[in-house]
């Protein structure tokens, strides 16, 4: 079982930056998993954000933060991370990190990924 535990989600102002982070408990090492960060605004359905394969060289990222938002990790530290600016009031959500068993995917769906965090919120003031 796969433990992942978010960070770094907070109140911003609209032009903003924030840096999330996910990091595994426990024994668990993410250098095997391909890593996501999706987003669940209120009302709305969980969206894909951004994944990354398990060595870091390749990478996705949804259109609506390409040019603002940043995945990268750091197998080292058995953590990876979102980093966010520009961020503009339509990105408050829950953040979620996800890990999948595969780990040359980077996969936009959210069903291909088998560990989910509980969360971090991120609320950008306009």
């Known amino acids: 079982q796969v433990q992942l535990v978010e960070s770094g989600g907070g109140l911003v102002q609209a032009g903003g930056s924030l840096r999330l982070s996910c990091a595994a408990s426990?024994?668990?090492?993410?250098?095997?998993?391909?890593m996501g960060w999706f987003r669940q605004a209120p009302g709305k359905e969980r969206e894909f954000v951004a994944a990354?394969?398990?060595?870091?060289?390749?990478?996705n990222l949804a259109d609506s933060v390409k040019g603002r938002f940043t995945i990268s990790r750091d197998n080292a530290k058995n953590t990876v991370y979102l980093q966010m600016n520009s961020l503009k009031p339509e990105d408050t959500a829950v953040y979620y990190c996800?890990?999948?068993?595969?780990?040359?995917?980077?996969?936009?769906?959210?069903?291909?990924?088998?560990?989910w965090g509980q969360g971090t919120q991120v609320t950008v003031s306009s």
């Open positions: 426990g024994r668990t090492f993410l250098s095997g998993y391909g």
């Open positions: 996800a890990a999948s068993r595969d780990g040359r995917a980077y996969y936009t769906e959210a069903f291909r990924y088998d560990f």
């Open positions: 990354i394969s398990w060595s870091g060289g390749s990478t």
